[in-house]
């Protein structure tokens, strides 16, 4: 993993001498952005927390299609892998959060499908995208090559991975989300840091040591680090200053305008992130939504982005799982999150309630 540059602390007078724009644009620019640091930014850590831990939640099944039409739970093994144990250390809901924060981090995500009794699926054991390249063969068929954590590489068929991709690029090779939007993630990450940088100085933007007689540059350095081995950081505030003869100290303070870019900076970057993700932005803790909105944001993201996810799920577990997809097929149950909003579930049970279908007991 790439580490971040070490990025300037808040205690000069440039900070807030410059414009906030200006500065965040610039240590922006000295973060490298990976799947994993992405992380660290709050509001990139909520879109995929809540999308996979959404998606590893809903009830997932096997469905068997009965001649007369309809459906019903398939009795078959691949039932209880897809909804218990894919694996000897994994439940359903971590599997499916891990492999889905897979995809919404990295574009892909892989398992190698072992075989049970009578070619059966038996388990599914996750494979990291980023050691994984896939490679289309002249019949049109996909070998996947993986590069082993010990340092080997094993070679899977087909119809040996279960594979989920995000966009891509030719069918094939995966788009990785966090690189497309790499400048938002970094600015975001730059914000982060100026203020978590600046709260540790004690909340202080900067101080001036004023001398009425030139200095030579090794004493203004001294006096500098003097100053701040002493007075630096939020445990040092409200110390003693013992000045020199003709040095005077001058506090500054952070211009309201400049506050206010800082503050607009990150939300417009939470904002760029939801946008990014598909997410409503109340939904990952961005405040100005009215209840009756919250509600249709809810089957909102729902319908425009998780369905979506879910579709990919339900098409890949059909082509990479299922022998028959003429008899069987999987499907995500989302009736509890589609539920109608407080007032259309009101008005429906008071009108089943005044034709008699429902007592008053019910």
């Known amino acids: 993993m790439t580490d971040e540059p070490e990025i300037r602390t808040l205690t000069g007078y440039d900070l807030w001498g410059q414009q906030w724009d200006t500065v965040a644009a610039n240590n922006a620019a000295k973060i490298a952005v990976t799947p994993e640091n992405s992380l660290k930014v709050t509001a990139l850590l909520a879109c995929v927390r809540l999308k996979s831990e959404t998606l590893a939640s809903l009830p997932w099944h096997v469905y068997e299609k009965l001649p007369g039409g309809g459906k019903q739970i398939a009795d078959i093994p691949l039932n209880t892998v897809l909804t218990r144990s894919p694996n000897s250390w994994q439940s359903s809901f971590e599997f499916r959060e891990l492999m889905h924060s897979w995809v919404l981090l990295w ?53 040996q991975i279960f594979a989920i991709r995000y966009l891509t690029q030719d069918g094939v090779s995966w788009y990785t989300p966090t690189t497309l939007s790499q400048e938002t993630i970094a600015l975001a990450r730059a914000a982060e840091i100026h203020t978590g940088a600046f709260f540790g100085n004690g909340a202080k933007p900067g101080t001036v040591l004023e001398s009425a007689n030139p200095l030579k540059p090794d004493v203004m350095n001294s006096l500098r680090r003097q100053w701040d081995s002493i007075h630096q950081g939020a445990g040092s505030s409200n110390k003693t200053a013992i000045l020199p003869h003709g040095i005077t100290m001058k506090a500054l303070s952070p211009e309201s305008n400049t506050s206010a870019q800082l503050l607009e900076t990150r939300r417009f970057s939470v904002e760029e992130i939801a946008r990014a993700y598909r997410v409503p932005p109340s939904m990952i803790g961005v405040d100005g939504s009215s209840y009756n ?45 589609l539920r ?23």
């Open 107 to 159: 574009g892909a995500a892989f398992a190698h499908i072992k075989p049970g009794e009578r070619g059966a699926v038996s388990e599914l054991i996750p494979l990291h995208p980023s050691r994984m390249t896939v490679r289309r063969l002249q019949n049109g068929r996909l070998r996947y090559i993986y590069s082993d954590p010990n340092g080997g590489q094993k070679t899977y068929r087909q119809d």
């Open 340 to 362: 109608a909003d407080a007032q259309a579930r009101s008005q429906y049970i008071r009108e089943l309630w005044g034709m008699g279908v429902l007592s008053i007991n019910e």
């Open 293 to 337: 909105s919250l509600e249709q944001q809810s089957r909102d993201f729902v319908t425009y982005s998780l369905t979506p996810d879910l579709q990919r799920w339900d098409g890949a577990a059909t082509r990479d799982l299922i022998d028959d997809d003429n008899k069987y097929f999987t499907e995500f149950d989302t009736s509890g999150l």
